[in-house]
């Protein structure tokens, strides 16, 4: 009797329905959110791309730039969205060839489309986007009987392998874990190409994870109900652990939990991983929800009121990072004083500002910053010369440091207002140029 | 009706507990100086309607976040008695209803009824709650809080699910401290695991819902406070100069006084025997919520105050199993026929140890005197209507209620962006020799008026305060409690 009742069980019409066609309701949900993000910035006059990662690769990749100096740069938004859209429509041929259960298939994509991580990735240009794209593109290849296939495999292969040693190592282990699930004998080759993809980029100085991109911080990062730059909601957390204790013998599961431990440590280390990480959790917390309503409840009322309760808490976070995305976005007052750099100083200008400026004072004003977040060869003196508030010290080690621009964003404004900002009185800075509540002085150098 | 012996007895536990309380409350003059940003509340939902998300007073105008159904409940209950009356009855009524649920907690987990009158006379006359001059939301928290446990253990009888969904909705929308059961339901489930016991498929099922529901409570709430602040806003941005006195170190002695010593010591001992001698899986949910009190509070996550009074109620309950163990232990023993006297020892240990340090602790409470009342009203009066007043932290209440001016802090600390900054500052218009310092302060915050109440006289050890000029700093109200118009602006220029 209980069962005729399940929430989501087959005799339920509406979810019924759900299920049959959830390709399109996921391709729908999906295409909306992803759609509405570059509109809400485009009514606030903000940038279209969000998130620093962005213009990370805008200001390192020729072609990127070769495609805004023809178009305009906002044109790239439709990358990640492409992006997004492809893996969606992969992931689902993968789930079809591995013979996902639908229920698990359709939780699982309903919580990953739903969450900031989803959001931001999908939003924005980041190595996260491009990475899923190949591993899931070289799993589907791999899985083909055709031999064409399976060699054509090679090329996301040697793709996904491009951005950091840590992607190599993902998908190295993935094809050990899909040849001993599937009981299948992958090629040797396969690893051997990841083996020497990651030698190769170890020897030219790759880093193990690109980036941070953002001053990590591990909580708010990976729940994004706290303020962080994408992660996922608390209710897919408190979900993920119902569904590990839950199925925490189950062996077919077995290939999950080997990742935990694998990616726990690793997501400690640098956030930058948060996007498969997020893949994992969710996976668990999509298990998690089907294990938990599909069981016989004895108090009805309850089990359906806690279901509505969740995807109302789910969809709760989604919106609330909505509402805050003009917050990960260069705002347009940024992107116009910036610009104004790059007409009004001179090419081989050093800029002084905050580490988390460096991507867009590349982009924007074309203009080498003295420090970013990844390149940590003028990291400590940056922050010292930020703190400073001796005025000689800090003008001899602008002196020293060619630098002759500084770059002022209101949050910085806040954060140094005990320390370089009260130097600024000082003949030798003046204001050059401000818009909103963003500052540009100059330095005086002694010789001139 | 019939009232039987049990029932008799019970019922003169509640009269008891209460007419002390409201003695006490009515003989200690006004309420504790926390109660007052509840007063203002309460008014202003009897007002607009709504709560003062958006507070034109509190730190000179800011935004603020709390649970509000308290506050509703009373201002409901102000449309037919007046809020200074509520404000000494409602909490006292409400924590006088105690006894009654912890007798029945106490009956369902020892099956003795004498045993369960002890408990019920405890809880009614626990030192750690008889703040009873205190407005606060943590009166209708408690006995909804233990009323939850109650159907929580009665699950298997009808009826139970509904009170507990009700009363457990009530306590999501008082206090964020529903997060001490939560965590207690999770050791709950952890110890059972631990110890083989079978957990009830209702109860699983209550708890899962129960966590679901609060975290969507605190989110719709707090949601731009766990935005701004992150996992930060369990601390509720105290300034780490006055963290100690929000979550202070557990000291053994305070404890002891507070939660009184017979059932603190009959407590640990139970909890003992029940976690490694034991097989009575009966008590294991209060086991789990004296742990979680326990690590929450060492974790400071939850204020001193709360986790004490939580604690201490729990311990009453568990001396209970200490009263009947006790029993047993006699009966075994060559000495049996002592067994009748174990009541009348207890009561001749209890008289002391719980209603004299429960009377003390009442009339030791932190509350304004009059003097200091009378003259937050008289800046009411006689000042401008954009005045900004500063007197000590917890009298930044008195200042929005009574004097109805702005202030420079109190101690709703959630959204301040500098609240350490701000604290400084004023503990420097309080402690600092220098005009120049107190005038940078005064002119950096838009300060009008200084206040000097007779309890920041004993705290700062001061008559006056030292940089006070006639020039700069004029006196207006020179009573107990001394006033003081800033009349000079320090220009930095």
Not at chain 1, 204 to 211: R, Y
Not at chain 2, 67 to 88: D, Q, R, S
Not at chain 2, 343 to 371: G, R, Y
Not at chain 2, 420 to 447: N, P, R, W, Y
Request: proline share 4%; charged share 15%; net charge neutral.
């Amino acid at each position: 009797m209980n069962q005729n009742k399940n929430i989501i069980g087959k005799k339920n019409p509406i979810f019924n329905h759900i299920l049959k066609e959830q390709k399109r309701y996921i391709f729908g949900l999906a295409s909306v959110l992803l759609f509405l993000i570059p509109l809400i910035n485009f009514f606030k006059s903000d940038s279209l791309l969000i998130g620093p990662e962005s213009y990370y690769f805008i200001s390192h990749s020729a072609l990127l730039q070769s495609l805004t100096s023809s178009f305009s740069y906002e044109v790239i938004i439709i990358i990640p969205i492409i992006l997004g859209l492809s893996t969606l429509y992969l992931f689902f041929a993968l789930v079809e060839q591995m013979k996902f259960p639908d229920k698990l298939t359709l939780f699982f994509l309903f919580l990953l489309v739903m969450s900031p991580a989803f959001i931001y990735t999908y939003s924005s240009l980041t190595a996260n986007s491009f990475f899923i794209l190949f591993v899931i593109a070289t799993l589907l290849l791999i899985m083909q009987e055709k031999k064409i296939f399976t060699s054509l495999a090679l090329i996301p292969l040697i793709l996904a392998t491009l951005f950091d040693i840590f992607s190599s190592l993902i998908l190295f282990i993935l094809l050990i874990i899909y040849s001993i699930n599937q009981q299948k004998k992958t090629s040797y080759i396969y690893l051997v190409i990841i083996l020497i993809s990651s030698l190769i980029q170890y020897f030219l100085g790759q880093p193990f994870f690109l980036g941070p991109f953002h001053i990590e911080h591990a909580i708010p990062d990976l729940i994004s109900d706290f303020g962080g730059l994408s992660g996922i909601s608390f209710f897919a957390i408190l979900l993920s652990f119902i569904g590990i204790m839950i199925t925490w013998k189950d062996k077919e599961l077995y290939w999950a939990y080997f990742l935990i431990p694998l990616l726990v440590p690793l997501y400690f280390i640098s956030t930058q991983i948060i996007f498969p990480f997020s893949i994992l959790i969710l996976f668990f917390a999509a298990v998690g929800l089907v294990k938990l309503f599909e069981r016989t409840w004895n108090l009805i009322p309850i089990k359906n009121i806690t279901f509505f309760l969740l995807i109302l808490g789910i969809l709760f976070s989604t919106l609330s990072y909505i509402d805050r995305i003009d917050q990960l976005t260069p705002s347009g007052d940024m992107i116009e004083t910036l610009t104004w750099m790059k007409y009004n100083t001179v090419h081989d200008d050093i800029i002084l500002s905050d580490a988390i400026y460096g991507d867009y004072i590349r982009t924007f004003a074309k203009r080498e910053p003295f420090d970013t977040l990844y390149e940590k060869e003028h990291t400590a003196l940056n922050e010292e010369l930020l703190k400073n508030i001796e005025i000689n010290k800090f003008i001899s080690l602008l002196e020293e440091q060619d630098i002759s621009i500084i770059y002022i964003p209101k949050e910085m404004k806040k954060i140094y207002k005990g320390g370089f900002i009260i130097l600024l009185q000082n003949e030798r800075f003046k204001l050059i140029h401000s818009h909103g509540d963003y500052e540009v002085w100059a330095f005086s150098s002694k010789e001139v | 009706m019939q009232l039987s012996r049990t029932q008799k007895w019970l019922l003169a536990i509640f009269i008891i507990t209460l007419v002390t309380r409201l003695i006490l409350a009515f003989t200690v003059p006004n309420l504790t100086y926390d109660s007052y940003f509840h007063l203002r509340q309460v008014e202003e939902i009897g007002h607009s309607s709504i709560p003062l998300f958006e507070d034109p007073l509190s730190y000179g105008g800011r935004t603020l976040h709390y649970l509000p159904f308290f506050h509703y409940v009373i201002a409901l209950l102000n449309l037919f008695l007046p809020l200074g009356l509520l404000a000494k009855i409602v909490p006292n009524v409400l924590i006088s209803l105690l006894p009654f649920i912890v007798f029945a907690l106490s009956k369902k987990i020892s099956n003795n009824e004498t045993a369960a009158l002890f408990s019920a006379f405890i809880s009614g006359f626990l030192p750690v709650l008889f703040s009873t001059n205190a407005f606060t939301p943590l009166s209708l928290f408690l006995p909804v809080a233990f009323f939850a446990l109650y159907c929580f253990l009665n699950i298997d009888q009808k009826g139970y699910a509904l009170y507990f969904l009700i009363s457990f909705f009530i306590l999501t929308v008082t206090s964020s401290a529903t997060f001490l059961i939560i965590v207690g339901f999770m050791i709950y489930l952890i110890l059972s695991v631990i110890e083989k016991k079978k957990i009830k498929k209702p109860e699983l099922e209550l708890i899962i819902f129960s966590v679901f529901f609060y975290i969507w409570i605190q989110f719709i709430f707090f949601k731009k406070v766990l935005i701004s602040q992150g996992i930060h806003f369990i601390w509720q941005n105290v300034p780490t100069q006055i963290l100690t006195q929000y979550f202070p170190q557990i000291s053994i002695l305070n404890a002891l006084l507070l939660v009184s010593i017979i059932p603190f010591l009959a407590g640990i001992f139970v909890v003992y025997q029940l976690l490694f001698q034991s097989q009575n899986q009966k008590p294991f949910l209060f086991i789990s919520l004296v742990i979680s009190t326990t690590l929450l509070s060492w974790l400071r996550l939850i204020e001193f105050n709360l986790a004490l009074s939580f604690f201490a109620i729990i311990l009453a309950i568990l001396f209970s199993l200490f009263y009947v163990y006790m029993l047993e232990l006699l009966a075994k023993t060559k000495i049996s026929e002592f067994k009748k006297y174990l009541t009348l020892i207890i009561i001749i240990l209890l008289l002391p140890t719980t209603i004299l340090p429960s009377i003390n602790f009442a009339e030791k409470q932190n509350t304004p005197l009059n003097a200091e009342i009378d003259a937050f009203k008289w800046l009411n009066e006689n000042t401008a209507k954009n005045a900004k007043i500063v007197g000590l932290l917890e009298e930044g209440n008195l200042i929005t209620y009574y004097s109805q001016r702005k202030n420079l802090m109190d101690d709703q600390f959630n959204f301040v962006e500098n609240s350490e900054d701000l604290f400084s500052d004023l503990t420097a218009l309080f402690a600092t020799s220098f005009e120049t310092q107190a005038l940078d302060i005064t002119s950096q915050h838009g300060v009008t008026h200084l206040v000097l109440t007779p309890h920041a006289q004993r705290k700062y050890e001061i008559n006056n305060f030292r940089y006070q000029t006639s020039r700069c700093f004029k006196k207006i109200y020179n009573e107990e409690t001394k006033i003081y118009r800033v009349d000079c602006i320090l220009d930095k220029k």
